[in-house]
């Protein structure tokens, strides 16, 4: 079910009747000044930019989306008022770039700027550039011979974004990377890639700039296919499990606000981010004012570098989000297998080169779940007791070259939101000479690990940050860091020591620039300025951080210094409405120190005043056979986590 119609559903027939008016009755009006654009408005957007002479036949578009509008309008906003309705686009005519924002409300360009010294994000049509060109060069010709190919009619080459070092060549220009597969008989062409050769090209003038050979290797005939035609037979899997929800959901979905129990929230589908929640709230009881949690949360920004020196493999370390917005960073989910059977779909309208819109199906589920476990419980001879819980989950299927990403916010009923990441999809391979471990010179799996005949998965990393508009009770809030300390206690005391609290309250961005120690254990905590719960505590959520990793990469390592957010693992900003990105808002070919590292140099005051914290989840990544030939899912996550915020266990009224 698409969202944009409201959806109270309490009858399955009625849910059939709501299935059908949505699919025949696109949306074609915002209903609230966070909804996505439609598929109408981008449509507007094209003609206003073509009735301003900004537009032809070879006009592209490397970003075209909502132009949000400042915080404080949209707080001020109630429904029946005038709508702000915004566009931002980055525009591309030939070698020039532009930056425009189109008031749809006033019906005109209202901004046009050149974007001197930025490459916008990779496009579809970067992908096929300069392609052909390479496939006619002499040393790239000879590359392929010289590991066996001899016709290119089959080979699958595209370019793609090389990283950047800042070197003379690259400067000022639109680099990019053509590697090439031989993918003949197989799907999973991934253990078809043409090793060691790839040419750099510069995608303004088509030019083939060099040819970097680091020696012939054959491409590889290992098969790594892992479809159903593969399997002998499915696994039996006896007692089948059976979730059906004949009543319809028990949450609302109208337009893209959803409720859900207690919790309400506004669900954007994103091409970049793949989903905005905005306005998030908590309302304790019928006839109370809900109150706020969350202005807004999103994935901010993944970095995925590789740990192999040779020249095809240290320049991929991508910048997901910002370099690749095209098709859109979600992909349809797979009903039945993504997401339960019972799940409720949102699609994403998204714009291509040439800024068309088009409608991504099925990109956002949202569901309920009981995992089995309690809310709480207790045991006594008097009384026991214990209570099931159920939670909301709103999961995104993310999709970037060969990995998978889930996307996870889950809304718990004892206050808490989770969010989880879900890694998965394909590892990136290397071809090499050796067919295992055994045969191997001692070099051969330095910088990766066998997973199959002459196939060695690489090394690398992964960095996602999320940045989090918490509002406690309101925007007024500091930050609070609980750390937790030994005393020493006096002699003659049976015991020796225990632990206390102490609280530091940050000033300024620097001070707030945190990192996890385990032995230095503290609490992350945003505080409200205005309320306290019946204690007498200032209300306040905790940032509980799950599995994560510091990065490895020397302080002097470029693609360190162009993903400067992976310093820290918790970064707090005075909340500005253009800081979005942690990488910046143009992170393609980007000089170091863009988006957190930039806005932080000045250092900021941060108390009392309206707050986001970003927080950073890493993980290094070490293959193993069992990741191959597709990686099972592995989660890492953090929680927001009530502290104070209420006055008791606010799931004691659970039935």
Not at 78 to 99: C, H, I, L, N, S
Not at 360 to 372: A, N, S, Y
Request: hydrophobic residues 35%.
């Amino acid at each position: 079910m698409q969202s944009g119609v409201k959806t109270v559903t309490k009858s399955p027939i009625r849910l059939i009747l709501l299935a059908s008016l949505v699919a025949a009755q696109p949306t074609n009006a915002a209903d609230h000044p966070l909804d996505p654009l439609t598929f109408q408005e981008v449509w507007r957007v094209l003609e206003l930019v073509r009735s301003a002479g900004h537009m032809d036949r070879e006009t592209r578009f490397s970003q075209l989306t909502l132009q949000e509008p400042p915080k404080q309008a949209v707080l001020a906003w109630y429904p029946g008022a005038a709508m702000p309705r915004k566009a931002y686009a980055v525009v591309r005519q030939g070698k020039d770039a532009f930056e425009a924002i189109v008031d749809l409300s006033a019906d005109r360009v209202s901004s046009w700027s050149p974007l001197d010294g930025v490459q916008p994000n990779w496009s579809g049509d970067d992908f096929e550039a300069v392609v052909d060109k390479v496939l006619e060069h002499p040393d790239f010709l000879a590359g392929l011979e010289a590991r066996g190919i001899s016709d290119t009619t089959f080979l699958d080459c595209s370019t793609g974004p090389p990283g950047y070092f800042g070197t003379e060549e690259e400067r000022g220009r639109r680099i990019g990377n053509v590697r090439c597969t031989e993918p003949r008989g197989v799907r999973n062409a991934w253990t078809r890639q043409v090793e060691g050769l790839s040419a750099v090209v510069d995608l303004d003038s088509q030019e083939v700039l060099r040819v970097v050979d680091d020696g012939p290797v054959p491409v590889t005939g290992t098969d790594g296919d892992f479809d159903r035609t593969t399997l002998e037979r499915p696994r039996e899997v006896p007692g089948p499990l059976d979730t059906r929800q004949p009543l319809g959901p028990g949450f609302e979905i109208d337009g893209y606000g959803l409720r859900w129990q207690n919790w309400r929230f506004h669900l954007r589908p994103d091409q970049r981010v793949g989903a905005v929640l905005s306005l998030v709230s908590y309302q304790e009881k019928p006839g109370v004012p809900p109150r706020s949690v969350m202005y807004q949360g999103h994935l901010s920004e993944i970095f995925v570098p590789y740990m192999d020196p040779s020249f095809g493999w240290y320049r991929r370390n991508f910048i997901d989000v910002g370099e690749f917005m095209a098709d859109g960073l979600a992909k349809a989910l797979l009903r039945g297998r993504d997401c339960p059977d019972h799940a409720t779909y949102v699609d994403t309208v998204i714009s291509n080169d040439k800024g068309r819109p088009r409608t991504l199906p099925d990109t956002i589920c949202v569901f309920e779940r009981e995992t089995g476990d309690p809310a709480w419980r207790h045991w006594s001879a008097e009384m026991p007791d214990s209570r099931r819980s159920r939670d909301l989950v709103v999961r995104v299927g993310a999709v970037v070259g060969n990995y998978d990403y889930l996307l996870d916010w889950i809304f718990r009923q004892d206050g808490a939101i989770e969010v989880r990441v879900g890694t998965t999809g394909i590892l990136e391979v290397k071809a090499v000479e050796a067919r295992d471990a055994k045969q191997a010179k001692p070099s051969a799996d330095a910088y990766g690990r066998f997973v199959d005949r002459n196939i060695v998965a690489v090394n690398h990393d992964h960095y996602f940050s999320y940045r989090l508009d918490l509002d406690i009770d309101g925007a007024n809030n500091r930050f609070v860091v609980d750390r937790l300390v030994t005393r020493r206690l006096p002699e003659g005391h049976p015991r020796r020591s225990l632990w206390v609290r102490e609280e530091q309250v940050p000033a300024s961005e620097h001070e707030a620039r945190l990192d996890i120690n385990l032995e230095r254990p503290a609490l992350w905590r945003v505080v409200s300025n205005d309320q306290t719960n019946s204690s007498g505590y200032p209300t306040s959520f905790q940032v509980v951080p799950g599995r994560n990793a510091n990065t490895l990469l020397s302080e002097d390592d470029y693609p360190r210094r162009r993903a400067g957010f992976i310093d820290h693992h918790l970064w707090v900003t005075p909340q500005r409405d253009g800081e979005r990105h942690a990488a910046g808002d143009h992170p393609t070919l980007s000089e170091p120190g863009q988006g957190l590292p930039a806005w932080t140099t000045a250092d900021r005051p941060i108390r009392n005043t309206d707050i986001v914290v970003w927080h950073t989840i890493g993980m290094h990544h070490l293959p193993r056979s069992e990741d191959w030939p597709v990686m099972p899912t592995v989660w890492y996550g953090f929680e927001l986590r009530p502290f104070d915020f209420f006055d008791r266990n606010p799931a004691l009224d659970l039935p």
